[in-house]
Every structure is written in structure tokens, then in C-alpha cells.
């Protein structure tokens, strides 16, 4: 599998970016350059493009050996090498590395192992992997991407440019907008936990009558589930992000470009709002409403509602084990210890009154 | 697809239910009104019918345009139409919302491209889909569904009326009993974390020499792990509920109609009691003991036996993340606060004495 | 399928061990006494050995019906049956649990409904179960076993020795060294969670242009997720221990022969030494060093590097929620306590000085 080339020239015609050569006069063997891959400024090699977005490599920009490197017009003056410039050096990162993406591309076809079902609608554009499960009526858009052992249960619903890796399962009715992308495992549609107790002290199952519905330009990571709604559906708002084995309660709405890190757990009917930032391994209690914009530290303990966008924590610090067991122990006696503290007060008053 | 569609009067009659008109003199019109649905009191339309069985939603009551509400003996005044009356309404919707289900049904038989090992025994009304492997001397009981790609390795014994879902993997000698469900992506039978360190300092796997027993209507989630016992079987008893993503350790054994929410992990050994409720992201070490009919809140780490039947929390609240680092750092220093604490009430003692 | 049996000399000779006599006289009537399996103390019959590591079961050794126990050299004295004296028994025990594994070893050679891709080198003694799908350029090493529905795709390379059970996938150029074992659900490679923000707020993915590296010894646990690199790649280094559901970033690296469990979440480019025991659902923060030998405990949230070896923690622990309400609350008044005491204490300086 070759690695794909590009000169400098297209690279920064890509990009949007200008480039600020290091050699005025050999601007043109600049832009003819032949680049084949970009990476950090200190292993970059000779043709390969770096890029700086982050303050705390600039101490790396004199030394690299990169043809060229993406960065901010400030940095101009401390780059030795050719710059392509750009107000936003990490978005150039971003599109520099779409480049150089060695990810296949299937081609378009139906794989012959593929078992497709009764009324379904698979766009000539789209790729059907080996030993993908169709169920019946369901549809597949252009150019979409499904990759082998996929199983799409009845009435799934596709739309355009989507990939789907190996593994992920849909259950019945499950509708995905355009441009999404799910990683290996996720399981989309599974029943939400739902149950009723009866006069025996057993379980009995609620079934679970809603769908899930994924908007455009989502993306879901490897082994992640999102249950499906009890009695509507859970809704994952265009944009949003999601890391790997993340878990979605039935009824919940992740808002618009909301993105979340990875083991975060989100329990029934609770209402993410947009451009939320959620860190790793937080969980959340169900029937919680989060503002727009708001902020989550890991591992944060979610039980109430947040209707003030910030920055948000629980929990304690890491400290050595053998400290840390005194001080778990004291927090237990915090009520005490805070009744101990306002008697004392008091008696210091009466003594300094 | 077309929906189910029920009569009012077929309805009360599944669940066993009262009716009460809102108007005595159309009952029959009533009773053989067309019903196509359950939804929330807001939401429901003129042919669908909902459910009161939270106290919160009274308020909608009165406002709902259902054809009717299943609902408590006390909340008949309140109900501007039909009423179907019942003790416990929660679990008359669990009943109800059963019959408007639309999970596919495969149908009996063996796909013919499912892989059938030596000596498997499958019964005549089970339903084997598209690409399932059996291996070696695997038995599947009657009316149990297999959905495509289950892989179910050699000695497995699956009972009557599961539901296995798309992806489920059963490692070999793994036993189910009757009406159990498994979700897609579920893993059981994996081997446990067991190893032993050798001079050189490296891990020397111990084979896990046992294998899980699942016990009747038990219920599985999506992407749930449950290992393999090292000597002896990891046992899921009778009637347990468990949901997406928990991590059951070998030798764990759930007692009989405990629900587990998702995301939880309990460790090698652990025994949980009958009937408890355990909520998500809960950590458990090994080898614990837990009583019957315990409760454990969200995120709770749980490093003891709990003997005693109640609710069990650790962690500590949300707050903003500004605040929150200044008492995380006091945390650290509860120790040191208690000997202030009490020497200050030493002092005290003497200035007061 | 039959159990295995062996000799008790054959177990003898099999871990090196010393065989002790209950009875001299009768030695050669012990060492060819058939054994057919390895159970615990109180559970161990007439036919099967045991074995006594932890010194908490010592008072079950006088009453063991096992036909020989493997145990340390101090523990001859109070053993009544004959004895496997090694000095080291818990790694007799993973030794002799070996040969008594009843886990199925398929054949060599490739299934007929296996998918192989164009360039594929796969060894004669590689075994390639049903549904399996190779996509190009992929290499399979010898004794490799490959369980039915495992999907490699393009370039994935694969040592010696290794096993993969059913539907791990792995994504393009992902390499595993020699020894690897991947339980069922696995996915390593997928994309590392990397985006960046556009202008008008959308998120705007990074190809993740980096692999993954697994080296030699490596296991890891069902529907566990290791992301690809983002430029470089993530790497899990010589004997590395991983449970289920863990979720390693991209750009991580684990040292040699670190072990973790279940549920823990590594955040990407964070470096974890060797050597390290991590326990079930830690959280790390990105970009963190961890020092070799360091061992955390379960649920530790991990946001600071650990240069210093030892015992490391956070949290707090269980309560009944009544007082763990009231201690949370004092938590987040923690630092105005402490502003309370210290004020106090000027109190007492100035009164009693």
C-alpha cells in the first residue's frame, strides 16, 4: 500500500494556509516539494510537514527537520524552515492529516456473503462488506460505508456517507442521519432498563417501544451502547461526539456538538444541552437537565440538575494510599467534626465577648 | 410494518384491568374503540392510550387526550376519560406497552448459512439467524431465538425461550437456563483475571478451569462481560436484571432478582445477595460479602462487606470546579484538621474547666 | 469430551515439585494414582489435587478429601494427605490448572466460509475459524488460533502463538507480537478521540494516522478498546495484563508487565511504567507519567503524574447514605472550616499566651 504524496504547493492550497518560505528565492522548489506525511517537530523527517498549535512545543520549532510546518502568524519569525500559515494551526492540523489518512476506502458494491432482506434499498454508491446482515426494509445512502460482520436489524434507517466498522449492530427501526461515523462493537438500539416489579418481588420486563435517533456528523466510538427510548426515542443531536464505551440511557438527548470521553454513563430520560465538554468516566444520575456549554471534569459524580453553564467537579484528589485511609476515615466524622467546630466557636465567644 | 392495533376492551382485559367510563352510556363504544399505542400522558394522541403511576405527572392528567389511562383507584376522580384500573398502573403499562412491541420475530428454522457443530441438538421451533456458528455438542431449547453472528462455542446449553441478540458471544461450557435475553455485544464466559507472578517477575495465566451458569429470566445488556470461574462456576441466579456494560469478575455470584444498573464492576469472588439494587458505576472489590436487599447509590466504591441490609453511598456531591479544588486540597488534610480540632478542645477543656 | 487425566507423578514431574508421601510405604501406588482435576480444599474429591497459597485456608488443609495438595515446604507438617512441596504453590497452581483446561483448541487450516484478502501470508499451522474476514496484505503466524467472526482488517499483522476469540476486530496495521491472547469484543485500532473546532463550533475530526503495537505476552480482556495513535502509535509493551472493558487512549504506552483490571480508563499519550498494578475502574487523566512498580487502587481518579513509586488512592469510602448525605455536604464547606479553624486557633493564641 503506497503512501500518498503531495507537493507543499497542494498541501497550502488545501489548507487555505500562505506560506512564509524560509528562502524567498526557492519558493518555487518549496511549493514543488514532494511531502509525504506529517508528524510532531521532533520526529518529523525531511519530507514531512509538523505543524505547531500548542505553546509548549515552541521550544521545537528551531529544531525540527520538517519541510515545513503549520503555524500561527506569531510564530513566523522563530520558524527556520518554510511555514504555511494559518490563524487556526490546530484546525490545519486537522485537515493536513485528512490528507495523509491511510484508512482503506472499500469500493462500492455489495459483497456476495452479504445477506440483505426483503425491501431493502441499498444505494448503488454504498459498500456492503462480507457477512453484513440486512433485515428487512432496510436502507442504506450514497457513497455510505458498511463494513463486515455489520448487522442492521428491520427498518434501519442510513443515511449518506456514513461509516459503520466492523461489528456494530443496530437494532430494529434505529435511524442515523448523514456523515456518521461508528466505531467497532457500539451496539445503536438496544432495549433501555426498564422494569416493573410485581406482586412476587420479580421483574417484569417493560418493553421498550421507542428508537434511537442519530443526527448528522455524529460519531460514536468503539463499544459504545445507546439504548433505545422506553416510549420515545433518545436522541443524539447533529455534531456530537462520542468516545468509546460510553453508555446512553433510553430517553436521553445529547444536545448539538456535545462531545463526550470515553466510560462516561448518562442514565435515563436526562437532557445534555449543546457545546457541552463531558471528561471521561463521568455518570450521571437519570432525569437531569444540563445547561448548554457546560463543563465536566472526569469522573464527576452528576446528581442534579446544572442550570448555570461552568466548569464542574466532585471527588477527591489522588494521595498516597497510607494518608489517604486517615483521611477517608475523617470524612466520615465530618458532620461531627463540623459540630465540634461550632461549639468551639461558641465557647469563643463567650470567653472573648 | 404494520402496527398492532388492539381494542380497549382486549387491553383491559390483558392487563387484568377495571374500566371506568367517563361516560357510562357509550361503554360498549368505548370498549371496542380501535387503540394503536401507549404514550405519556402529554404526548398520547386520541388512539393511543397512557399510564399515572408517578404522582409528578398528576398534573397532566386532566389535559391528556388519550383514549384512556391506566391508573390507581384513587386517581378515578381525577380522569376526564376512560380509566383502566389497577392497583400497581406501573406494572399494568409494563403489560400493556407488550402488546405494541415491534422487536422483529424471526422466524422457526436454521438459516442455511449458520456453521452447526458435531452433536448439537436444536430445537425444531428455535430460530437460528444468518451466519450464527455453533460449535461442538451446543443445545438450544424451544421458541429460543439466535439473532445473526451469535457465536456460541462447544458444550454450550442454552434453555427454552431466550433471545440472544446480534454478536453475543458464549464461551464454551456456558449454561443458560429459560427466558433468558442477552444484548447484543455481551461476552460470557471469558476467562477470569487470574495469573500468577513467576521468579522473573512476568504473569503466568492461570486457565480458568469453570464456567458461568445463568439461571432463569435473567437479563443481560448490551456489551456486559461476565468471566468464567477460575475452580468453580461465576453464578447469575434466577430473575436477575443486569444492564449495558457491567463487568462481572469470576466467581461472582448474583443472587436471585437483583438489578444492576449499568456500567458497574464487581470483582473476582464477590457474593451480592438476593433482591438488591445496585445503581450504575459502582465499584466493587473482591471477595465481599453483600446482604439481601441491599441498595447502593451511583459511583459508590465498595470496598467491605456490607452485612447489613440499607442504602449505601461514598464519593462526594458536584460542585463547581473552583470551590471544589480548594476542598479536594482540604480533603487532604482532614487528618491534620481533626488533631487541630481536638487540641483546640484540649485548650478549652483547660481554659474552661 | 472427556476431562484429561494424568498421573499425580506426571502433575509431580509437570511442575517440578517434590513429592512428599502421607505414606512412604505406598509411594509408587501414589505417583500412579489418576488425577483428573484441580479444585479447592473443601471442594477438591479423592481424585483431584488442591492447593494451599493463602495462609487464610490453612485451617481447610486437615480436612481435605484431595488426593495431593500443593503447598510450600512449611506447610508439610500439618498436611495429612500427600503433598506437591514447591516453594512457590500459587504458581504450581497456575501450572497444574493448565493441563485440566478444557478450553476447545481447533484445528489448523483455514474454514471454508473464511474471507481472505489479497496478499494474506497465513501459516499452515494457523487456525482460521468460520466467518473469519481478512482483509488485505494480513499475516497470520504459526499456532495462531483465529475463533469464528474475528475481522482483520488491511495489513493487520499477527505473530506466533496468539489466539483471538470470536468478533475481536482488529482495524488496518495493527500488529500483535508473539503470545497474544484478545478475548471476544475486543477492538483495538479504532480512531483515537481527536478533533479539533472550526470556526463555527463543529467539530472537525483528526485521522488518527499512528497503529497500534501490541507486544509479545500481551492479553487482553473481552470488549476492551485500544485506540490507534494520532501521528505515532499507541503502544502496549512485552507482557502487559489487560481485564475487560478497559479503554486505553491513543498515544498510550504501558510498560512491560503491568497489569490492570477491569473497567479503567486511560486518557490518550499518558505513559503508564512497568510493573505497575492498576486496579478496576481507575481513571487517568491525558498526558500523565506514571513511575514504575506504582500500584492504585480501584477507583482511584488519577489527575497528576506519580513520579515516586508506592500506594496510591482517592475517594471516599462506603457509608449508609443517611450520613453520607450530611458528611458530602460538609465536604464542600471544607475549606471555609478550615478558615474557621485557623481563626479559632488565633483565638487561642491570643488567650492563652
Redesign the interface.
Known amino acids: ?1 503506497s503512501k500518498p504524496q503531495y507537493t507543499l504547493g497542494e498541501i497550502a492550497h488545501h489548507l487555505g494556509a500562505t506560506v512564509k518560505y524560509k528562502d524567498e528565492s526557492a519558493s518555487t522548489a518549496s511549493l514543488n516539494r514532494v511531502i509525504s ?4 517537530l521532533t ?1 518529523a523527517k525531511e519530507d514531512e510537514i509538523s505543524f505547531l498549535s500548542n505553546s509548549k512545543y515552541e521550544k521545537f520549532l528551531s529544531n525540527t527537520r520538517a519541510a515545513a510546518v503549520i503555524l500561527a502568524p506569531e510564530q513566523v519569525p522563530y520558524c527556520l524552515v518554510d511555514a504555511l500559515v494559518l490563524s ?1 494551526p ?2 490545519g ?3 493536513a ?2 490528507l ?5 476506502s472499500p469500493s462500492p458494491g455489495i ?1 456476495p ?1 452479504a ?1 440483505i432482506g426483503e425491501d431493502c434499498h441499498v444505494a448503488d454508491t454504498a459498500s456492503i ?3 453484513v ?1 440486512l ?3 432496510v436502507s442504506v445512502g450514497e457513497r455510505t460505508v458498511i ?3 455489520v ?1 442492521l ?3 434501519v434507517s442510513i443515511g449518506n456517507d456514513c461509516i459503520l ?3 456494530v ?1 443496530l ?3 434505529v435511524s442515523l442521519g448523514n456523515g456518521v ?1 461508528i ?3 457500539a ?1 445503536i438500539g ?2 433501555g ?7 412476587k ?7 421498550q ?1 421507542g428508537t434511537v435517533e442519530i443526527q448528522d ?1 455524529v ?1 460514536i ?3 459504545t ?1 445507546i ?1 433505545r427510548g ?3 426515542n433518545t436522541i443524539i443531536e447533529k ?1 456530537v ?1 462520542l ?3 460510553i ?1 446512553i ?1 433510553h430517553n436521553v438527548v445529547l444536545g448539538e ?1 456535545t ?1 463526550i ?3 462516561t ?1 448518562i ?1 435515563g430520560s436526562t437532557k445534555i444541552g449543546k ?1 457541552c465538554m463531558i471528561s ?2 463521568v ?1 450521571f ?1 437519570g432525569h437531569l437537565e444540563i445547561a448548554d456549554g457546560t ?1 465536566i ?8 440538575s ?1 442550570k448555570k453553564r ?26 461531627d ?2 459540630q ?2 461550632a461549639s ?2 461558641k ?2 465567644d463567650e ?2 465577648k
Open positions: 500500500m506525511g506529517i508528524a510532531t520526529s487556526d490546530y484546525l492540523y486537522a485537515k492529516a485528512q495523509f489518512d491511510l484508512a482503506p459483497h456473503t445477506v462488506g462480507a457477512y446482515v433485515g428487512r426494509g463494513h463486515p460482520h448487522v436489524s428491520d427498518h466498522y466492523p461489528q449492530s437494532y430494529h427501526h461515523i466505531h467497532g462493537g451496539v438496544a432495549d432498563f426498564g422494569m416493573a416489579r410485581n406482586e418481588g420479580e421483574w417484569i420486563k417493560i418493553p417501544l456528523q460519531e466510538g468503539a463499544n451502547t439504548d422506553a416510549l420515545e455534531g461526539k468516545d468509546n464505551q453508555q440511557g456538538n462531545a470521553a470515553a466510560c454513563g442514565s457545546n471521561g468516566m455518570g444520575a463543563i471534569t472526569g469522573m464527576t459524580k452528576v446528581t442534579k446544572i461552568g466548569v464542574y467537579s466532585s471527588g477527591t484528589g489522588i494521595e498516597p494510599h497510607e494518608t489517604w485511609l486517615k483521611n477517608a476515615v475523617r470524612f466520615r466524622q465530618l458532620e467534626m463540623m465540634r467546630l468551639l466557636e465557647t469563643k470567653l472573648t
